[in-house]
């Protein structure tokens, strides 16, 4: 099946850094891949979704400077979460659409940030 | 507005059948999803049904709609201590790109 990549799988920075995370689809284009954030015992937060070269659309409520999301190739977007603080510390887990497979996601692992 | 709901926890022995109930909100939904998340792990999914369907099988797997109720259901039959893991059920909306997922449903596996 279709697999995705996210790194790092977790990272641990200073409060005021920067952190960015990779998601990749290894066998595959991916046009579209979304942005989801968990909490413990939540449940997945879409965040944004992001196509290929063209700007992301967030969602209600997702500060788009603190979240800068770049999706330069159909293999790759980056998330980077900017001057983080802890309440930024979650789970983001990204999800790749195969450009020709429309109705289902591929899901990456998962990145695990906590912030200091 | 969109909303997905399932019970949080459900324990079931090693062998018996397990069923995750789901209702969702949205009637314009096409597809629906049930998503396996491990601990730790991202998520995994399991099987997914159209919203004209009733019912779908896949191995020990299988799919009740009912859509009138805006009910989904998932039962895994002879279930395995490798079936422990949070169940999540999904709906699209009314945007067939943006899925919306419950809270999930914790499956634990008694010996």
């Known amino acids: 099946g279709a697999v995705v990549s996210q790194h790092p799988s977790w990272v641990i920075c200073k409060s005021g850094t920067s952190v960015k995370i990779e998601c990749r689809s290894l066998d595959f284009q991916a046009t579209t891949m979304f942005w989801y954030r968990q909490f413990p015992k939540q449940s997945l937060m879409l965040m944004a979704t992001?196509?290929?070269?063209?700007?992301?659309?967030?969602e209600q409520g997702v500060e788009k400077d603190k979240f800068l999301i770049n999706h330069a190739s159909l293999t790759l977007s980056t998330l980077t979460v900017t001057s983080a603080h802890p309440e930024d510390s979650s789970f983001y887990i990204c999800?790749?659409?195969?450009?020709?497979?429309?109705?289902?996601?591929?899901f990456g692992p998962g990145t695990r940030l906590t912030v200091l | 507005g969109e909303d997905v709901e399932q019970s949080l926890f459900l324990s079931v022995r090693e062998g018996d059948s397990s069923v995750i109930n789901c209702t969702y909100t949205?009637?314009?939904?096409?597809?629906l999803y049930w998503y396996k998340q491990e601990p730790g792990a991202g998520l995994q999914l399991l099987t997914y049904?159209?919203?004209?369907?009733d019912m779908k099988q896949d191995q020990r797997l299988t799919v009740l709609l009912n859509k009138k109720d805006k009910h989904l259901s998932l039962r895994i039959a002879d279930t395995q201590t490798g079936d422990s893991a949070i169940y999540f059920c999904a709906e699209t909306g009314d945007r067939d790109d943006k899925i919306i997922f419950g809270k999930g449903t914790r499956l634990h596996i008694l010996p």
């Open positions: 999800s790749a659409r195969d450009s020709y497979s429309y109705n289902e996601q591929f």
């Open positions: 949205d009637s314009s939904s096409t597809y």
């Open positions: 049904i159209f919203s004209n369907m």
């Open positions: 992001s196509n290929e070269g063209s700007k992301a659309t967030y």
